[in-house]
């Protein structure tokens, strides 16, 4: 159980940000040839997630394409951005079906994208999909559009591969993929081979699962395509430094993609609103190496005779000897 | 799409109770006659839930029959104590497989007494199968468990109900059935005819769901087998009396079971640690009935056309014009 | 104890907004006369709270006090910007004097725009005052510049009021001004008679508290100077329709201030994102009208006694009987 | 700036426990002296907090103390149990001022035996003084009850040290005293030298502070009389073994102590609901030392700097340097 490490990150970690409240943004705009420099800046980073369409204007496949090779990264995923101004009231659930035509048709511009820059997949974080108040919606109807829209683009497309990427909520109160389970029930129905899911460490954490039980289920479902990682205060998508709060529970996920034998990119999915950009990728990236030395270090036959008694003093005691070079 | 309602209760509505700090309890010990006494004096209760063993000391099955015949009140579901002592460390997940038989006899025995009593299902609340610490247990061998103890139980015993009541946690840190979509997957690979889900409003309410989308999929999947009400603060299982905090989701979730034809009974599982019982059971049930009375008056088209736009602001002035009488 | 209600809204209520994944917005921008004209267009709406510099690009006075006197509407509050991209940082806590300097010139520029358009008071909202990490800062100094900051530029503007309205969260993982009682510990050791706090219901709730015994808090130390509502799930500002998820800790907050005989405006600080402004604030309004006349129909006298009972149930009732018409 | 450390812990962590589900305990009852001799096991243990009366049946003041040297073990704190059956509806808010007599004459009997054994402080957790519903309770009146009971019993005996320990809930779904900035704002009005605040890490944690910002704050108000840790999910009180979830929290909590030459007793306030008792102390205690001399090792003068351009990312690799060993 050896590791081979590759890091990645969406392209946004090094756009600057907008708020309600900071309406003129955190920082000038940058191009997406700007962000791509910066990644490049990142000590190791092999893999750029990349929104479709291109952020912060005009820029043309063969510039983004250069500007990668000048920085050694390649593409992993596209993320078409069914959440701005025309998808507010939802892509795959808006009331209107001609919006739920245009989220179709974006969707399969990126997976032409994917096609074109040699990504992986394509990305659906459906954050608009969702409702905000008691007696909005019909829920039957909701979800059966969440799931319709979901196996359309995946059929439309069966040479790629499809990830969701489900969360609590944020824009919308409640998002229709919430969870870890929810998304797999609908993938279940779906039955589609090229539909997985894209695990979000801090998603899971704010929405009350286990991470590191919601890998292993998704990994026995036959479904975890892809994952990133960041921290927040367990109540809202913080989107932070990982590591910064939740270093243990970190590892135990790590440690289940291990024991898992799971050989995907260790993503990064953080949103540095007020830091240096290269100094938050720099610092998560080192604090991922720490935490795969640990693994590294950890008495593994030790942890499983503790969790085979559930025996909670043993095995915290063994982690944190790993994770903080405790005697 | 009228309304014939039966009203119900667990019986520990009217014990008396312990907690870690009022280790004396709130209260002197009552036994299990005494309790169907107070749920007698109930305005308009028609069944008990009533846990096995039997609580509060030794009473023969006699006897309970002959209080609930006095107190005109039939059984409609039986709750082996899965959560007690021996199994605190788990009931279908205890480490220990003699445990783990123990809890499969004393399912069977409140199968038995499902049958004695003419009541409708067995309850299944696995609230110690669970874990507290990261790295405490093996993920996918725990939710193997769960799944292996409930399908044992459900085949030994193909002519009764089984329904689970799931719960995000407490007294577990995190409960392996902790939310509706992770027992529906269960359901879904378990896939026998005879296990159902029981809804508890306030779990699914601290749990981040919405009930009344809870509600709608278990319909979905065919599996909502019984419901529970009561209230909280939307961080912990505090087993308030129904709709003193959340009304107007209350009245969504009954909007639903309504909408779908779904005619079980209407059931508290509030925890009046230092209310008067049956006043606090009389406060639900007399507001559980103006729900019932406002989905009469409520304008069901112009929801529907509400719905269908997601207008949030039409949908929410429509429920609350039924609800507290609004012009 | 009658009312003679007077409302207000923030004008950001009739904004447009944006966030970090709609960038572009949730609609198109609006300019404040066009904000002026929508809250117009609500039914009962007195006053108006507004932010300085004037949102939506430039307007002169003289135009914005056309507007208003157009549309029957007064000013209560001028709200600074001190959260935008130049006080991203912090605005009294700025790790930069010359940036807290910039936001004490601003808070004076709108001090002198409450003096000429006869509104009551400056708001303060220092939403970017406050830490994102664990050792990000020295707890110390910044709760002192925190102070300082509020001090200096009370002292400058004797004359007038000035409101603090604190909140948990948001932008910042954590502001300074986090709590009433956090507020309050600032103000006593201030000991300035012109700062109070402008109390937001929603703050207080999804703060853990409960915003009836916040309001009496201030209340008692002479320090409610201001309050708006709204609602939201109770772990974030959704700054949802008044009284959609919370209605009945929304009356007990307007029965703390009938009871004190407090009689400032009741204002709305929403942000319907997705739902028509108008409609949403009309809705709210139409609610706090129905609550005040539950609190006309209220048994005042038979609460009272409960209270001094602590009798939950008893009070509950009363309180159900008033807002739902419940016999 | 060196360490000489004296651990603790309230001796309720050597009991066994019981809730509202498991009812019959989570292991057989124990007597104090049991305690007191499963607390002399513990590696590093000096001085321990005990409730009075004394837990787990009859014992003699001689006997205690026999067990106390015995086990090397000297008191710290004494804990009145104000929280029992007869103060279920509250000690000093109780509605009957006959039970708000009882709870002072309580508490009195434990300030004797804290002269008695010669202990530090009497430490008061009015655990059931609160509310749990909307209208319950006339705030006004609940709030000056605690801060009345609180003064009576510190004004009876101006020879000890009183200390609050506060919680924003659990027994009561609010507790009265329920963060370190209420707490303070009635010690300002109270205006005692015998009142201070114990901070227990975990209530800080749940409650939305940052333990190290609430530790600065009494601090600089002179009130920070004791402390303890443990750890939990950040929604409940867990308390779990410290460090086990929120390792850079508590080191940050330390380092303000360390900073302001606070120099009392680190004491663990943990419920090893299912685990070994000694094995969860000895667990805990080996990660505070670890965090001890972490502080040790880590760049204090690069903190600073860090701390005053508040750089985020530069504090917590300073941080993360010192607690994991990173490069």
Request: glycine fraction near 8%.
């Amino acid at each position: 159980m050896s590791s081979n490490l590759k890091f990645g990150a969406g392209i946004w970690h090094f756009a600057t940000y907008v708020d309600r409240y900071a309406t003129d943004g955190y920082g000038p705009k940058r191009s997406l040839l700007e962000m791509i420099d910066l990644a490049g800046q990142v000590d190791d980073l092999s893999v750029v997630d990349i929104n479709y369409p291109f952020p912060g204007g005009n820029v043309s496949v063969a510039e983004v394409k250069a500007a990668l090779t000048k920085n050694n990264l390649s593409v992993i995923g596209i993320t078409p951005e069914i959440y701005t101004r025309q998808f507010s009231k939802g892509a795959f659930t808006n009331p209107d079906p001609a919006v739920r035509k245009l989220a179709e048709d974006l969707i399969n511009e990126a997976a032409d994208m994917v096609r074109e820059l040699g990504a992986e997949y394509v990305k659906l974080w459906p954050g608009q999909d969702g409702w905000d108040y008691p007696f909005q919606v019909d829920h039957h109807e909701l979800w059966h559009l969440s799931m319709a829209g979901l196996t359309n683009v995946a059929k439309q497309n069966p040479d790629l591969k499809f990830v969701v990427e489900y969360k609590p909520r944020e824009p919308r109160n409640h998002m229709s993929y919430d969870s870890m389970t929810r998304t797999l029930l609908a993938l279940e129905k779906i039955n589609l081979p090229n539909i997985g899911v894209l695990l979000d460490f801090g998603h899971a954490l704010y929405g009350g699962e286990s991470p590191a039980d919601s890998a292993q289920l998704a990994i026995d479902y036959g479904r975890l395509f892809g994952m990133d990682v960041n921290d927040n205060l367990r109540s809202w998508d913080d989107d932070m430094i990982a590591g910064s709060v939740h270093p243990i529970e970190l590892m135990e996920f790590f440690y289940v993609l291990r024991k898992n034998n799971w050989h995907g990119v260790w993503q990064l999915d953080q949103f540095p609103f007020r830091e240096d950009c290269v100094a938050a990728a720099n610092s998560a990236i080192s604090f991922l190496k720490h935490i795969d030395s640990a693994l590294d270090r950890m008495d593994w036959d030790g942890l499983k005779e503790a969790q085979k008694q559930q025996d909670a003093v043993a095995a915290i005691n063994i982690a944190r000897e790993a994770l903080f070079g405790l005697l």
